[in-house]
C-alpha cells in the first residue's frame, strides 16, 4: 500500500465509505466488488466502502469475494472465482493487471420512513460495522422489527432513527450510524420536507451516539459551519454513487500510520475533528449538487432563499410550492454568518471529478468516447485524486494536456462558474469563459494523444 505521498511510517487514506450496489435501484448492474475495487484504485481510494451490506445477495457476494486484511478491513480475494480481467467493458484497463488494492470496510444505507408528531418523517441513515459478524447481528436485529431487507440494497423500513441506533449499537457497540446527505429536502435528517430541527429532535435519547453527519453533494463544511449546534459533529462526504464512475466524487482523507490502518483507526480518524488525523474533506462545488437552489424542475424555474420569501415560497411559472433546497434549508437553521470557521474544524478542497473537467477542455459531453480516452490515458499514470489535488501544472500537461492541466488549476483555485443545481436537477460547471473556450478548441490537436 503506497498511495499518497506522506512518510513511510504514516499514510494519506483517502475513503469513500458510501456507495450503492447493483442491487439498490437505479444502479449501474456493473456495481460488483471487483469493478469497485478497480475503480478505486484508479481514483486513488484506499478505502472504500462496501455499500448495501443489509441486502442478503449483496451480503452473499462480498463474504464470497473478501478476506480480512487488516482489523475490520478486507480485500478483493484473488482466486475465489474471479478472473482478474485485462478489459474493463472491451476497454483496455489503465495500468497493470493485477488484484485491487482498496480495501473495503462494512457499510450500508437504510431508508427510514414514519410518523413523528404530526409529520411524516423519511430520513436515510448509514451504518458501518466493524467486521462481517457485526453486520449479521445488525441484519438480524433489522429483521426482527419485520424490515424486508431483500427488498432493495437501500431498504425502506418503518424503523425510528433512535430505534435504528438502538439495534445497531446493542449489535456491536463498535459499529457507528450517520445521518446520510443531512440537507437533501426528501430524505435527509434536517431536509426541508419531512426533516427534523435538530439531531436531539430526531434520534431523542440514543443522539449521543451521533457523531458525525454526512454533509451531501449540496451543502459544503462552509456552510454546515452557519450553524453553532453542529460543530459537536464532524462532517463526512462520501460520493453515494450509483455508478462506478461516480465513486469518490466526494470522499475524506485521513492521515493514518499504516500499521494502524483499521476499522478502529478509520472511524477514529473520522470522529477526531483533529486535522492532524482527518486531513480534510474532498467536496463537490455545493452549487453542483441537485437540491442546491430552491425551484421547480419542470418549470426551469430557480431562485435564491431571499427570492423564495419575496415569492411567499410559491413559484411563479405553476403557482405551487417552491421545492426547497439546501442553501434556504441551511439559512433557516443558521445562527452564525456565512463565512466563520469554527474552531477544531476539518478543512475541505472543492473538486470538480476529471472526466467533467476533460469534458470542458473538449466541449463534449463527459460520456463521450473522447473523455473516457483521455481519462483513462491519465489515471493509467497517476490515480485521479492525485491528477486532482497534487501534481503540478507540468505533470498535468505531461500525462494528459496543457489545457486540463489549466483546468484543474482553476479548480483548485475556486474560478469557476456555476449554475446552481435545484429540484432533482444537476448544477453545470463552467470552468472556462465562452470566448476562452473557443480559443482552446480552435488550437490544432495534440496528435501524441489519440
Ligand atoms: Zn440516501
Ligand atoms: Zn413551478
Given at each position: 500500500m503506497a498511495f499518497g505521498k506522506s512518510s513511510t511510517l504514516s499514510m494519506r487514506i483517502i475513503a469513500d465509505l458510501q456507495i450503492h450496489s447493483k442491487y439498490s435501484r437505479a444502479c449501474s448492474q456493473e456495481l460488483?466488488?471487483?469493478n469497485?475495487?478497480?475503480?478505486?484504485?484508479?481514483?486513488g481510494i484506499a478505502v472504500m466502502g462496501t455499500g448495501d451490506f443489509t441486502h442478503p445477495k449483496w451480503l452473499n457476494e462480498l463474504k464470497e469475494n473478501l478476506e480480512e486484511a487488516k482489523p475490520g478491513l478486507y480485500k478483493l480475494r484473488v482466486g475465489s472465482g474471479i478472473a482478474w480481467p485485462s478489459s474493463d467493458k472491451g476497454r483496455p484497463l489503465?495500468?497493470?493487471?493485477?488484484?485491487?488494492r482498496a480495501l473495503f470496510?462494512?457499510?450500508?444505507e437504510v431508508s427510514s420512513i414514519y410518523k413523528q408528531g404530526d409529520k411524516v418523517r423519511r430520513v436515510h441513515n448509514l451504518i458501518f460495522a466493524p467486521n462481517f459478524e457485526a453486520v449479521d447481528?445488525?441484519?438480524?436485529?433489522?429483521?426482527k422489527t419485520g424490515a424486508n431487507l431483500k427488498s432493495d440494497g437501500r431498504p425502506i423500513m418503518g424503523v425510528h432513527c433512535d430505534t435504528l441506533v438502538k439495534i445497531v449499537k446493542d449489535a456491536d457497540a463498535q459499529a457507528e450510524v450517520i445521518p446520510a446527505h443531512a440537507w437533501t429536502p426528501h430524505f435527509g435528517v434536517f431536509g426541508?420536507?419531512?426533516?427534523?430541527?435538530?439531531?436531539?429532535?430526531?434520534?431523542s435519547d440514543q443522539a449521543k451516539y451521533i457523531k458525525a453527519?454526512?454533509?451531501?453533494?449540496?451543502?459544503?463544511?462552509?456552510?454546515?459551519?452557519?450553524?453553532?449546534?453542529?460543530?459537536?459533529?464532524?462532517?463526512?462526504?462520501?460520493?453515494?454513487?450509483?455508478?462506478?464512475?461516480?465513486?469518490?466524487r466526494e470522499a475524506n482523507v485521513f492521515e493514518i500510520a499504516e500499521d494502524k490502518l483499521s476499522y478502529e483507526e478509520i472511524i477514529g480518524a473520522l470522529y477526531s475533528k483533529d486535522p492532524k488525523r482527518f486531513l480534510f474533506t474532498i467536496e463537490f462545488f455545493p452549487e453542483e449538487g441537485k437540491y442546491h437552489l430552491d425551484g421547480h424542475r419542470d418549470c426551469k424555474f430557480s431562485c435564491l432563499p431571499a427570492q423564495t420569501k419575496k415569492l411567499k415560497g410559491i413559484c411563479p411559472v405553476c403557482g405551487k410550492k417552491l421545492l426547497v433546497g439546501v442553501l434556504n434549508r441551511v439559512d433557516e437553521l443558521a445562527d452564525r454568518d456565512f463565512g466563520l470557521t469554527p474552531p477544531r474544524s476539518i478543512p475541505f478542497k472543492s473538486v470538480i471529478p476529471l472526466e467533467e473537467i476533460i469534458a470542458e477542455t473538449l466541449d463534449v459531453g463527459s460520456s463521450s468516447k473522447k473523455v473516457l480516452a483521455l481519462y483513462d490515458q491519465m489515471v493509467g499514470h497517476r490515480p485521479e485524486f492525485e491528477i486532482l489535488l497534487d501534481l503540478d501544472e507540468n505533470q498535468i500537461s505531461t500525462i494528459g494536456t496543457a489545457d486540463v492541466a489549466k483546468g484543474i488549476i482553476r479548480v483548485r483555485q475556486g474560478q469557476v462558474h456555476m449554475d446552481a443545481g435545484y429540484d432533482g436537477l444537476f448544477g453545470k460547471i463552467h470552468i472556462f469563459e465562452e470566448g476562452e473556450r473557443e480559443q482552446i478548441l480552435k488550437k490544432p490537436k495534440q496528435t501524441s494523444l489519440f
Open positions: 460488483n466488488p471487483k469497485i475495487g478497480l475503480w478505486a484504485d484508479k481514483k489503465a495500468g497493470p493487471t493485477r488484484a485491487p470496510m462494512c457499510t450500508a447481528k445488525i441484519i438480524a436485529g433489522l429483521e426541508s420536507l419531512s426533516g427534523f430541527n435538530s439531531i436531539k429532535e430526531a434520534f453527519i454526512e454533509t451531501g453533494l449540496s451543502s459544503d463544511p462552509k456552510m454546515n459551519w452557519q450553524i453553532s449546534e453542529l460543530d459537536k459533529y464532524s462532517l463526512t462526504s462520501n460520493s453515494d454513487a450509483h455508478s462506478l464512475r461516480k465513486i469518490g
